[in-house]
């Protein structure tokens, strides 16, 4: 079946130190989301990939970058995590940016030491 | 820009018994509509869409809603609901916004079903 898979499912990483999520695609979509997710609160977008182009939110830390290096593949880059970035990061696909559904991965929870 | 109220955070009902789920949109002309459905754990799964036509949409898993242009609502339906239909609703709302359409989530709806 086509979707979107999130590697790891559980990621746990030390304040200030480097960690890297992962999401892939089967379905060759062309637009690639990050959201980040705290508890009981609504997905917050943090940037998206129109193919290749990327998109920054305006209130999306410095702190979070993010690569797409071909279709299939986006990952979400935490240069210093802080104790506040501790959340579900979820990824989601869609054909386009119109009226086409989103399509969500199972998410990485990350957790600050 | 546009936004999206889900005025009720939890909502409790028996197992069997009929649920509606409560969502009200701030946009000046019809926007899209979704309502998705999170499981413990997991990323949201789309339960049905409204982008025009019938105002009567029918989803997955027995799941309704009910798009109300007077009202600037969207809200979902369920006649009888299952153990199983516990999870959290989330009602999303795409407009045009720098020539894109990304969906504005609500905060969501935490179903709690008894048995």
């Known amino acids: 079946d086509a979707m979107v898979i999130q590697n790891p499912r559980y990621q746990v990483t030390q304040f200030g130190k480097p960690v890297t999520l992962s999401c892939s695609q089967t379905?060759?979509?062309?637009?690639m989301y990050w959201y980040q997710q705290k508890s009981s609160q609504a997905p917050k977008l943090l940037f998206h990939y129109y193919d290749k182009d990327f998109n920054n939110e305006a209130d999306t830390p410095d702190n979070f970058q993010s690569r797409r290096p071909n279709t299939s593949f986006c990952f979400l880059d935490i240069r210093s995590p802080g104790l506040g970035d501790a959340a579900m990061y979820l990824c989601?696909?869609?054909?386009?940016?119109?009226?086409?559904?989103?399509?969500f991965g199972d998410g990485t929870r990350l957790s600050i030491l | 820009a546009q936004s999206v109220t889900q005025p009720d955070i939890h909502i409790t009902v028996s197992e069997g018994a009929s649920l509606e789920l409560r969502c009200n949109y701030s946009y000046g002309a019809t926007p899209y509509l979704f309502w998705y459905v999170q499981s413990p754990g997991q990323g949201l799964q789309l339960l049905l869409k409204?982008?025009?036509?019938?105002?009567l949409v029918q989803g997955i898993k027995g799941f309704e809603a009910e798009f109300k242009r007077s009202q600037s609502s969207f809200n979902l339906r369920k006649p009888s609901v299952h153990w199983s239909d516990a999870a959290e609703y989330f009602c999303a709302v795409g407009a045009p916004s720098g020539g894109s359409y990304i969906p504005t989530f609500g905060r969501g709806t935490s179903l709690i079903v008894h048995p």
């Open positions: 409204y982008f025009s036509g019938d105002t």
């Open positions: 989601a696909t869609s054909r386009d940016l119109g009226r086409q559904p989103q399509h």
């Open positions: 379905l060759n979509h062309n637009v």
